[in-house]
């Protein structure tokens, strides 16, 4: 496993040591004393995962102290994060990613950011390791489009639940 700094305190890309031949691939998604060894300590708590369909777009979501491990499963997405910790230094600031089955790696994101994608293949699936229980109460959001963030997505027109499109911008939340 090799581990990808992005710039952006706590985040990081894992890539997977893949095993592959004529039947297809395996690797390991999750070794909990091999993650503590590159710095993940908090325990995965619950388990999620998502189906989406081409020209999808989900998010920005966010729930309050929850970190994630993203792993896509089958396809391929563009996926994004911002940051929304006030005392970081690329607060309000974006990364973005292609994460994809055919070139399997994770992204670590610790709490205090919000995350969104958007299925450039036909389907995906994706699964996440949370490290807090879901609760609605602590669910929130960020519009995908805002202007001030600026994100650069790979479409115009995307599918956009009814709820997604009620987030409000970073600087009204």
Known sequence: MKVVETGFD???IIETQ???DERGLFYESWRENK????GIQEPFLQDNVSLSHKN???GLH??????????????????????????????RKYFSLELS???PRQLY???GFAHGFYVVSDMVIINYKCTQYYNAAHESGVIWNDPDLGIKW????????????NFLPCDMR
């Not at 994060?81 to 005392?87: E, F, I, N, Q």
């Open 154 to 165: 790979p479409c115009d027109d995307p599918i956009v639940s009814e709820k997604d499109l």
């Open 10 to 12: 706590g985040l990081i």
């Open 109 to 111: 994101m610790p709490s």
């Open 35 to 38: 993650y503590k060894e590159i």
């Open 56 to 58: 999808v777009l989900r």
């Open 18 to 20: 893949t095993y592959r």
């Open 101 to 103: 089955s055919d070139y």
């Open 62 to 91: 966010y729930q309050k102290n929850q970190g994630q491990l993203v792993t896509v499963l089958q396809g391929s997405i563009f996926d994004v994060v911002v940051d929304l910790r006030p005392d970081s230094k690329t607060f």
